[in-house]
């Protein structure tokens, strides 16, 4: 059973960082892109940002300049470092992967992390 798992997420002040980290584990064979979305009270999910497999990243304009996202594809380990925090980041953020899961057929499956809650005060 492959399954994401993330930590990092808790309450932390206006202006300050967090570091959001998820680690896929599982039978593996390979991962193509990873990436974070999150969610809102109210609000549609959305693209945080996304690291493809070879290079690629993109970030939604709201958070250019304050989030990084990185990779470290021998740990099957995507992060997002959020810097300059504000309460309109406060949104539960999941992980996202393609993920192979069987060694003698080369499709991929998208999956979801469970969430981690990230609130910030003002």
């Known amino acids: 059973q492959v399954q994401l798992v993330e930590s990092g997420g808790g309450l932390v002040q206006a202006g300050g960082s967090l570091r959001l980290s998820c680690t896929a584990s599982g039978t593996i064979f390979g991962i193509n892109a990873m990436g974070w979305y999150r969610q809102a009270p109210g609000k549609q999910r959305e693209l945080v940002a996304t690291?493809?497999?070879?290079?690629?990243?993109s970030y939604t304009d709201s958070v250019k300049g304050r989030f990084t996202i990185s990779r470290d594809a021998a740990k099957n380990a995507v992060y997002l470092q959020m810097t300059s925090l504000a309460p309109e980041d406060t949104a539960v953020y999941y992980c996202n992967a393609d993920i192979r899961y069987l060694s003698w057929k080369d499709t991929y499956t998208n999956y979801w992390g469970q969430g981690t809650q990230v609130t910030v005060s003002s």
């Open positions: 690291f493809p497999r070879y290079g690629g990243i």
